[in-house]
């Protein structure tokens, strides 16, 4: 999957109108992004968000990152995500992940369980020229590992650059391998890190973060109260241009394809289309 080596990600599209996101989006495709990143969380369903977002551009890929699969039976979005294929050939790329715990139900078995039933349907639709192109949000060895072998990659996310070394091993040499990774454009320690706690909070609120994070060598000190500095330091990138450019590289030397990238600390009503433009000047070819 050719997208570019970082893309934009972001949860902000959930709260705008269609016509605030039709010009966003392809201002940010007449700026040279290539790949636009998009979550499914308060009520936007993502496969039909990602055909309109591709509706209005000519030459972005959408992500959605993530569709739950608790959110639709498999056969409609085997149906959904065949359309997109032949409407879009190669820019919807179907992103896949679990999306929180459910009691008596192991993710990796519910995932597992999903793929099967995907593979196993057959449809009277037209087939498209462009094959429906897959990924799973992956952070564990098995998860990884099941993304390596059933889609094209894995999607991680909140995760610092150590485990995209790990994620990379486990993967292999070919699978693709996207990061997401939150910035704030903020210098001051205390303002920035005060601004990355707040973004951060319900990830460390919730059992299976809280579980990933230990994984990632974190401490109950270093999750409980907010999060120390070490953990909000790794998990969002803070600082001038120059500084967030670097620390962003740091995920392709470990061995990212791509990292989207989220822009947090907008203030509400204000857009982050200023950030977006800069960063494109410093990361775009």
């Known amino acids: 999957m050719d997208l570019g080596r970082f893309g934009v990600w972001t949860f902000d599209f959930e709260d705008q109108p269609a016509a605030r996101m039709r010009a966003a989006i392809q201002e940010l495709e007449d700026q040279g992004w290539r790949a636009f990143w998009i979550p499914e969380r308060d009520g936007r369903e993502a496969i039909t968000h990602a055909g309109y977002l591709l509706s209005c551009t000519t030459r972005m890929h959408v992500i959605s990152g993530i569709a739950r699969i608790w959110s639709r039976e498999a056969r409609w979005t085997h149906g959904a995500s065949l359309l997109l294929a032949d409407a879009y050939p190669d820019r919807h790329i179907l992103g896949l992940g679990v999306s929180g715990a459910r009691p008596g139900v192991k993710p990796l078995t519910a995932m597992v369980d999903y793929l099967d039933e995907l593979d196993a349907l057959r449809t009277p639709n037209p087939a498209p020229a462009a094959p429906v192109r897959r990924i799973l949000a992956a952070y564990g060895p098995k998860m990884l590992q099941l993304a390596r072998d059933r889609s094209a990659g894995a999607h991680t996310y909140k995760v610092n650059v150590a485990h995209t070394a790990q994620a990379r091993q486990i993967l292999g040499p070919d699978a693709f391998l996207g990061v997401e990774h939150a910035v704030v454009f903020e210098s001051d320690a205390t303002t920035a890190r005060a601004i990355a706690r707040e973004h951060l909070h319900p990830y460390l609120a919730t059992e299976y973060n809280v579980a ?61 289309m200023p950030h977006w433009r800069a960063l494109g000047e410093a990361l775009l070819p």
């Open 212 to 272: 990933k994070f230990r994984r990632l060598g974190y401490s109950a000190a270093d999750i409980s109260h907010g999060g120390s500095d070490r953990l909000v330091d790794d998990l969002v990138f803070w600082g001038d241009l120059d500084t967030v450019v670097e620390k962003l590289h740091g995920h392709l030397r470990a061995g990212a394809d791509h990292v989207g990238v989220q822009v947090i600390g907008v203030r509400p009503g204000q857009s982050a």
